[in-house]
């Protein structure tokens, strides 16, 4: 099980903050967090810590900048403050490492970075360098040029995806509570839950988790999600107090700790589950639907009977049942207009009719991932 000894004895740490917690009563950034936050952090590489810090903020920061107090809705004015307000946050954070002793590198990341192998491949060396070069990474999701479509909203679970990307021995989530609460956060009455096993535990309490700041995109809702997914990895989770980042790093008693999964996942098959967007969906028959669940197959043209959407090769698509149940996630070996002629052929047909370069499975084995197993699957 699980300790507060395993944050003090981690020696990769992926730390995510919040919008909330970066901005001031006024508006604008508090600057006075970002130097307490690099303290803390310049504290724990002093111990041989490496860390990488997640950060929000950046659509925040830009807010005074077009005359704006909430987060507006609208995509386009979303990517006006972010262009305005990154400069201005990754700028305040390397004045404060600066002054620390050491430089930071920023980081912005989108959906592709995390989903499609390559990029994959390329993200991970990236922080690798930058982590043996004693370099802060700062990770934001690439709000500028994110379409509607493709982003995931909110950097909480992109967080939990770095956190296995990196290989982190611990994720430490700063919000502006003291961590999960047996009740609303504004009652007096409420407790600060200490441990969860799972978030299972959590959501027989019945607590409305969808809160969300004015200047934020997440709520604590997606705060568990997250912990969710690094716990389903194998990397215990601590959800604290911005300010109390540096008792959490020593081992107090502080936040909510969320237990690891003794069932510990690839990076692989948790990005394949958590950081893709289908682009499509295959609809399959019965004994493919038993040849995935039962035998741990590949997804072979002949179990397929419709193909929606539009998608290329490589691309995350859904495979459901007839009945519109998910069954899995995984990279098609086609593209749509491809599987729309495979379909329903097997493979010996295939290689006779379309030639022995079709007569491959749809979705390799190795690129896919049950989504009714419980370690990979999150409730909406």
Not at 25 to 41: F, H, K, P, T, Y
Not at 43 to 68: F, T
Not at 145 to 173: C, P, Q, S, W
Request: aromatic share 4%; hydrophobic share 50%; proline share 3%.
């Amino acid at each position: 099980m699980s300790s507060r000894a395993e944050i003090v004895s981690a020696k990769r740490l992926v730390i995510k903050v919040g919008s909330s917690s970066l901005t001031s009563a006024g508006g604008g950034l508090n600057i006075e967090r970002v130097q307490s936050i690099i303290a803390a952090i310049a504290a724990a590489q002093a111990n041989s810590v490496q860390v990488v810090l997640v950060s929000s903020g950046a659509v925040a920061a830009g807010l005074p900048a077009l005359k704006l107090t909430t987060r507006p809705t609208d995509l386009a004015q979303q990517q006006a403050a972010a262009s305005i307000g990154q400069g201005l946050l990754i700028a305040q954070y390397a004045a404060a490492a600066a002054a620390q002793g050491f430089a930071v590198g920023q980081v912005l990341l989108t959906q592709e970075d995390i989903t499609r192998r390559s990029n994959y491949r390329n993200a991970k060396q990236t922080f690798e360098a930058l982590l043996q070069l004693k370099v802060l990474p700062i990770v934001n999701e690439n709000d500028v040029v994110a379409t509607a479509e493709l982003k995931y909203g909110d950097n909480d679970r992109i967080a939990a995806l770095v956190t296995h990307l990196v290989d982190a021995d611990a994720f430490l989530i700063l919000t502006d509570v003291a961590g999960l609460m047996d009740g609303s956060p504004a009652d007096p009455a409420s407790n600060r839950i200490a441990e969860l096993e799972s978030l299972a535990d959590f959501e027989a309490l019945g607590i409305d988790t969808n809160q969300r700041s004015k200047v934020g995109s997440g709520g604590m809702r997606s705060k568990l999600e997250a912990a969710a997914i690094a716990a389903s990895g194998g990397v215990p989770t601590l959800i604290c107090h911005v300010d109390q980042l540096a008792a959490a790093l020593a081992g107090e008693s502080i936040g909510t700790l969320f237990h690891a999964s003794t069932i510990n996942n690839s990076a692989r098959s948790l990005w394949l589950a958590h950081a893709s967007v289908a682009r499509g969906k295959v609809v399959i028959d019965a004994g493919a639907v038993a040849a995935l669940k039962d035998r741990g197959a590949s997804l072979l043209a002949a179990g397929v009977t419709e193909v929606v959407g539009a998608f290329d090769a490589g691309e995350p698509i859904d495979v459901v049942t007839a009945q519109g149940v998910s069954v899995a996630r995984g990279l098609a070996s086609f593209g749509s207009d491809d599987l729309l002629q495979m379909m329903g052929k097997s493979t010996a047909q295939l290689a006779q009719v379309m030639g022995e370069e079709f007569a491959r499975p749809a979705v390799h084995r190795d690129d896919l991932v049950l989504l009714d197993d419980p370690s990979n699957s999150l409730k909406p």
